[in-house]
């Protein structure tokens, strides 16, 4: 009879250990079911808590992890539109937790470290997330433009150009790379990989007139020389004096400190600017004669033999105006607000009297009439005009809803 009980005992608890994973695997498709109808009705929450049933009832049950993961994202999603974003940073940590592989879930969570500026954190994410898939040039590109979005532009670059290099030749890849890599003042990669997109696109006018201007720029690049400080990476020609020098950065410096207080913005990368002499300017980008500047994604001045200090300082607080309503707004502020901005900032700020005294002419603006206007590429005349709009409609938001309106409006374009 012992040998039997001895014999017997481990079926008897083979077979109880069955039934109980039969009923657990029940229990566990029904919280799953429960969980299902809710996210039907819209109760989020509720729904999380049926599936962390189904998971902790039976964790073997992958469809009830995978729609736990679901659920917890789409949370993370509101609250992130809500800007409750701890609530949704630890949404996406959970969801990603359970399922890693999913990237859906770690673009969110990278587009939250993107809104709250932190470097460290979008910079170790968006890593992660190309590591699971290098060969995707959709997800590569999306990860280079998050990172351009808090000025890393070196991580972007070093991305695409992983993807370029390794991989089967993407026209959107080949071209933000060949783009990033100009700004950024390396010509003979910028053309290399332009050229692989031209060939993908030979008709393509943008990438043509690029390489055009590439050709022309690389002409002027042997008279130019180098020099960085802590916020700024200048590039100036060979034969400026030390002191034009020393006199540049110390506007930009200015600039740095004056404008970033009133905008509430310090850019943490270093800032691209390229001073060229005024005739170098005008054939490498073949602008029209009142531009006295340009910026497209670096600030570029030109400087002519008998420039004044005035001017050059004008000049330069325009551009970097420009460069920081590009990067406060992801380059999606209205052209009156960009532009009007960079004229109030052009001087030590003497135009705020009038604004503060509303000293203004009251009219209704068509932001969009000055948006085309300034597209249509103006004479002179019509870009006085312009201009003279954009800094009296950005005059009067100031005068009107003050500095915390220009800044939200900024951060949050429409």
Request: hydrophobic share 40%.
């Amino acid at each position: 009879m012992i040998r039997v009980k001895i014999i017997l005992l481990p079926f008897l608890l083979c077979l109880l250990a069955g039934v109980l994973q039969a009923d657990n695997q029940e229990e566990s498709w029904l919280f799953n079911s429960l969980g299902i109808e809710k996210i039907r009705k819209g109760d989020i929450t509720g729904a999380i808590k049926d599936f962390e049933n189904a998971c902790r009832t039976n964790p073997f049950n992958d469809t009830a992890m995978a729609n736990l993961a679901c659920a917890r994202n789409n949370l993370g999603v509101f609250f992130a539109s809500e800007k409750k974003y701890p609530d949704a940073i630890r949404c996406f940590m959970a969801a990603k937790a359970q399922k890693p592989e999913d990237v859906s879930v770690r673009l969110n969570l990278l587009a939250v470290y993107i809104n709250l500026k932190n470097q460290n954190l979008a910079e170790n994410e968006a890593k992660d997330v190309v590591a699971l898939r290098p060969n995707d040039p959709e997800l590569v590109a999306k990860v280079a433009l998050a990172m351009q979005k808090i000025q890393n532009n070196e991580m972007a670059i070093e991305f695409l150009q992983q993807y370029s290099d390794n991989s089967e030749p993407n026209l959107e890849v080949l071209v933000m790379l060949g783009k990033l890599l100009y700004k950024s003042g390396d010509f003979k990669n910028s053309k290399y990989y332009l050229g692989l997109a031209s060939e993908l696109l030979p008709e393509n006018k943008e990438i043509i007139e690029l390489l055009k201007k590439i050709e022309r720029e690389v002409l002027v690049e042997d008279n130019q020389r180098k020099l960085s400080n802590v916020h700024f990476k200048l590039t100036y020609p060979a034969n400026f004096l030390p002191e034009k020098i020393e006199e540049i950065l110390e506007i930009l410096e200015e600039a740095y400190n004056e404008i970033g207080g009133y905008l509430e913005f310090y850019p943490e990368n270093l800032t691209e600017v390229t001073v060229m002499n005024n005739s170098d300017f005008r054939y490498v980008h073949e602008l029209p004669k009142w531009a006295a500047g340009m910026y497209d994604g670096t600030i570029k001045i030109p400087v002519s033999a008998n420039c004044s200090y005035e001017t050059l300082k004008k000049t330069i607080r325009h551009e970097y105006t420009h460069h920081l309503v590009f990067n406060l707004s992801e380059g999606k502020a209205p052209v009156w607000l960009n532009e009007g901005l960079a004229q109030i900032f052009e001087t030590d700020l003497e135009y705020l009297e009038d604004i503060y005294k509303n000293e203004l002419i009251q009219s209704d603006l068509c932001a969009k009439q000055i948006e085309l206007g300034f597209k249509s590429k103006p004479d002179s005349v019509e870009a006085k005009r312009l201009y003279a709009m954009s800094l009296n409609k950005t005059s009067q938001l100031i005068a009107n809803k003050g500095w915390g309106a220009v800044i939200n409006m900024l951060k949050l374009p429409e």
